[in-house]
């Protein structure tokens, strides 16, 4: 079992900066996926950022491309996604999730979800 758990959502200015992260437990040996999706309200989740933990190789959604980063720490089995210059359209529910398998941007094939934290960028 893998059990996922975020932190560092809020309310911030449009142009600010959050860092997210995300602190896994249990068995994740076998998870080789790390990534983030959003959700704003009346819209499809979508893919953000993410991460194949063996090889540190990273993807982004074009949206972000530039002013978000997905990092690890393998000491602490968490992985953070630095938000810079921010606009209200990032405002969401964002998810930390993780698979065992290669998939990368369909979130109906990760295996594991955090509970959500909300990020709100006012204008």
């Known amino acids: 079992q893998v059990q996922l758990i975020e932190s560092g959502g809020g309310l911030v200015q449009a142009g600010g900066s959050l860092r997210l992260s995300c602190a896994a437990s249990?068995?994740?040996?076998?998870?080789?996926?790390r990534a983030w999706f959003r959700q704003a309200p009346g819209k499809e989740r979508e893919f953000v950022a993410a991460?194949?933990?063996?090889?540190?190789?990273?993807y982004y959604a074009d949206s972000v491309k530039g002013r978000f980063t997905i990092s690890r720490d393998n000491a602490k089995n968490t992985v953070y996604l630095q938000m810079n210059s921010l606009k209200p359209e990032d405002t969401a529910v964002y998810y930390c999730?993780?698979?065992?398998?290669?998939?990368?941007?369909?979130?109906?094939?990760?295996?594991?979800w955090g509970q959500g934290t909300q990020v709100t960028v006012s204008s």
């Open positions: 999730a993780a698979n065992g398998g290669s998939s990368i941007h369909t979130p109906d094939l990760y295996d594991y």
């Open positions: 249990g068995r994740t040996f076998s998870t080789y996926v």
């Open positions: 991460i194949r933990w063996t090889r540190d190789s990273t």
